[in-house]
């Protein structure tokens, strides 16, 4: 009886490594439970669900969409981002993108020069040993 309704599936799901996914699929969604769709005829699980599968009582695709949603362990959801407030900006200002004018700080390297002196550690001088 399986082989005849393999056969008959192939029409539906051309993939028989898919259709061995969904009749599995659909299988295990009725030994936990779901209503069959046609007469059980005595028959066991899988070849009922092949049985679903070829008399397209059971659409191959929405049983595809469900085997996926069933093995997703993370359902990434769009959610929208918090606003950050921008670094330098006040707390109840708003920045608008109308504002154009960019001011920037002039350095020259004379002054570059210093204020990295002034991060360097002082270099250590060697103490000469008194005697």
Same mark, same amino acid.
Do not use: W
């Given at each position: 009886?399986?082989? +005849? %309704? ?9 993939? /028989?490594?898919?259709? !061995?996914?969904? &009749?599995?699929? /659909? &299988?295990?969604?009725? $030994?936990?439970?779901?209503?069959? *769709? =046609? ?8 070849? +009922? $669900?092949?049985?679903?599968? &070829?008399? %397209? *009582? ?7 969409? #469900? ?7 993370? !359902?990434?959801?769009? @959610?929208?981002?918090? @606003? ?10 708003? =920045?608008?993108?109308? #504002? /154009?004018? =960019? %001011?920037?700080?002039?350095? *020259? ?15 250590? !001088? ?6």
């Amino acid at each position: 009886m399986a082989r +005849v %309704t393999v056969e008959d599936c192939i029409d539906k799901v051309e993939n /028989r490594f898919d259709l !061995v996914l969904l &009749a599995s699929h /659909r &299988a295990r969604m009725i $030994s936990s439970g779901s209503q069959i *769709t =046609v007469e059980r005829d005595n028959d066991k699980n899988p070849v +009922v $669900s092949l049985r679903e599968i &070829a008399e %397209t *009582t059971v659409s191959p695709g929405d049983l595809k969409e #469900d085997l996926i949603h069933s093995l997703q362990k993370y !359902v990434e959801v769009d @959610e929208p981002e918090p @606003e950050v407030p921008l670094i330098g900006a006040e707390a109840g200002a708003s =920045v608008d993108s109308d #504002d /154009r004018e =960019v %001011t920037a700080d002039r350095m *020259t390297e004379e002054e570059l020069l210093k204020g990295l002196e002034g991060l360097a550690p002082p270099e250590e !001088v060697p103490e000469e040993d008194a005697e």
